[in-house]
């Protein structure tokens, strides 16, 4: 469903991924794990599609399409969704409002290509909307009173991540990238948070969660887990690669591998 093939991306003339291949099908969660600077973060980005990076070479295909000529609406239209490592507050407009701008203009875009392939597919009312934010908070244990806050403002770090998840959780996205979701969160919001990507994995759903930690891993269950250094996949295997390097650490492993410092 997700391919990256010899992807090499610069910013400002300074390469940051070096030749990255990386597959993801339907129904599979991927976990990237490295140290800072390794490029795992700048994946995410060009996934989304971030004017700032300049792609040199190499591809990025989506049900068999090549994604890098893709405006980010577009790429977030066709399914695509990336949970930003921090999030942007943004006073003065509530969750419920950003909300239901982002999912009904994906959602009728959606419905719009479907009919202009030759199926049937209707546009998202303002209450078929409202029935359907309150189920996934309800999924993903959120209080009515959140919905009516401005974005991001005031909240902790386990809201803001909790907000990301609620945004997944309405846009329904095939593939899903969560950008150091763990990132600034305590055990109890970890657990929270875990519990809502959880509960929206599922068959149809690819997956691509980026960490430092293991720790992240022991709530969200990778089917693959691979470790970046310098720019490039250096070493891929199961779930117990995270559970060895969480022992070795990632000076010992730069050092087998080979990766320059």
Request: hydrophobic share 40%; glycine share 10%.
């Amino acid at each position: 469903m997700f391919e990256i093939e010899n992807l090499h991306v610069s910013i400002e003339d300074k390469e940051i991924l070096k030749g990255v291949n990386l597959t993801v099908n339907k129904g599979e969660v991927h976990a990237i794990m490295g140290p800072n600077g390794s490029g795992k973060s700048t994946m995410a980005y060009v996934i989304a599609g971030h004017p700032a990076y300049e792609v040199t070479e190499g591809s990025i295909r989506f049900n068999g399409e090549d994604i890098l000529e893709w405006e980010p609406d577009e790429r977030a239209r066709k399914g695509l969704f990336l949970a930003f490592q921090y999030p942007t507050v943004i006073p003065g407009v509530s969750m419920a409002n950003f909300l239901r701008m982002a999912v009904t203009n994906v959602r009728n875009a959606r419905a719009e290509d479907i009919v202009a392939a030759g199926g049937t597919a209707e546009k998202m009312t303002p209450r078929e909307f409202r029935k359907l934010m309150r189920e996934k908070m309800s999924v993903l244990k959120m209080d009515d009173s959140f919905a009516t806050r401005y974005l991001n403002e005031g909240f902790s770090g386990g809201e803001k991540k909790r907000a990301e998840i609620l945004q997944m959780a309405l846009l329904e996205p095939s593939m899903a990238v969560l950008d150091e979701t763990d990132s600034g969160l305590d055990i109890d919001a970890l657990k929270v948070v875990s519990e809502g990507v959880n509960a929206l994995a599922g068959p149809e759903m690819g997956m691509l969660v980026i960490t430092h930690y293991q720790r992240l891993l022991n709530h969200i269950k990778p089917h693959f887990v691979h470790i970046m250094m310098d720019g490039r996949i250096v070493q891929e295997g199961g779930p117990e690669l995270a559970l060895e390097l969480e022992a070795k650490g990632y000076e010992i492993l730069r050092a087998e591998v080979g990766a320059s410092s």
